[in-house]
């Protein structure tokens, strides 16, 4: 029995998500230049590593906030790897544009084995003082240490601190969950069991961070159950010309529900006020209400996942697109093994909570 309690207590301790004081996690955000689009200080690296090991999903928040940046930080992941093992403290990584870069503080000793893994690749790496850091540029490497931002609320452990958007991010972290705040944190809403519902009035701007410019998008509003109804609603939107030929529509809108079928199949599309696209009629009525002044929402992961499959059987179809049907492929598996994902982001703050 005793043998079994030290078992169960090794793998607790070897398991559990990092942790580190907000303090801690603040001081290494000082590496990060004050230009950078953001930066997100990461607690007890190696612990970080077992962690996303097992919950790989938990990357989306760095993806969703680095957003182009995101496949230069993964082409930094060896070297990141290295410096991680070897950090005295937590690992820093920060972005500016389609750039990325990663810091940490080492010892002495371990500075040259460090500057020789970084050698080997093609990203440029540089120590000073009691760091180390590799970068896509050199302009992004950290010269001297920037001012701390405004001291940190937090007086409990959190599991990553991050600066995205002119906020700081809390991260904490437990066996079932990974929750994300900032500033005055609304609640999240209230998750229905069979059904997914988002509206993101400035999803242009999220699409932009995300890397994807010059769409113009405004207000969507989406919904989806578990009878694999869906509706998608863009208030903004306006289908003319080529969109309208290859979705298979009129020449002439019209307000009411009309089958369409083309290059995304039979679907029903309205157009009394925008654009809505549904599997059905009813699906309509899936759709959040329209008065939402704040990013809010509640998606399960396995409608995630069904809907970002159909995505990427529709960018297989689509000359130009075989990469993104990979990445949504991709990103289906990753978001079948989340629960759900609740969010609320509003002027005064933010929270977003990830369930398993």
């Known amino acids: 029995m005793v043998l079994l309690a030290l078992a169960a207590a090794a793998a607790w301790w070897w398991t559990r998500p990092p942790r580190a004081s907000a303090a801690e996690l603040q001081q290494a955000l000082r590496l990060a230049p004050a230009q950078a689009d953001g930066a997100v200080a990461v607690a007890e690296p190696s612990r970080a590593g077992r962690f996303l090991a097992r919950r790989p999903q938990a990357i989306l928040l760095l993806a969703a906030a680095a957003g182009p940046a995101t496949e230069a930080l993964a082409s930094l992941r060896p070297t990141a790897l290295a410096l991680g093992a070897a950090a005295r403290g937590p690992l820093v990584l920060w972005w500016q544009g389609g750039e990325g870069a990663v810091a940490a503080r080492l010892e002495p000793a371990a500075r040259g084995a460090f500057l020789e893994v970084a050698a080997r690749g093609s990203a440029v790496a540089t120590c000073g003082g009691d760091w180390c850091a590799v970068a896509t540029v050199a302009e992004l490497l950290p010269r001297d240490e920037e001012p701390a931002d405004a001291a940190v609320a937090s007086s409990g452990a959190l599991a990553a601190l991050g600066r995205v958007g002119g906020r700081l991010w809390e991260v904490r972290a437990r066996e079932r969950w990974v929750e994300a705040s900032a500033g005055t944190a609304p609640p999240c809403p209230t998750p229905r069991p069979d059904r997914s519902a ?20 405004g207000p969507v509003r989406l919904a989806a159950d578990d009878g694999n109804e869906w509706a998608v609603a863009f208030p903004r939107l306006r289908l003319e010309g080529l969109a309208r030929r290859l979705l298979g529509g009129p020449p002439a809108g019209t307000p009411e529900p009309s089958l369409w079928r083309g290059l995304a199949g039979a679907i029903w599309v309205s157009e009394r006020d925008g654009t809505a696209l549904a599997s059905s009629p ?8 329209t008065g939402a002044d704040a990013s809010q929402g509640v998606i399960h992961g396995r409608h995630a996942a069904w809907l970002l499959s159909r995505a990427a059987s529709l960018a297989g179809r689509i000359p130009g697109l075989p990469l993104r049907q990979r990445d949504l492929t991709r990103a289906a598996a990753l978001a079948q093994e989340i629960d759900a994902v609740s969010f609320r982001v509003e002027a005064g703050g933010g929270r977003i909570v990830l369930t398993w």
């Open 198 to 217: 988002v509206a993101l009035p400035e999803a242009g701007a999220l699409l932009a961070q995300l890397g994807v410019r010059g769409v113009p998008v």
């Open 282 to 289: 009813a699906a309509l009525a899936l759709l959040p209400d």
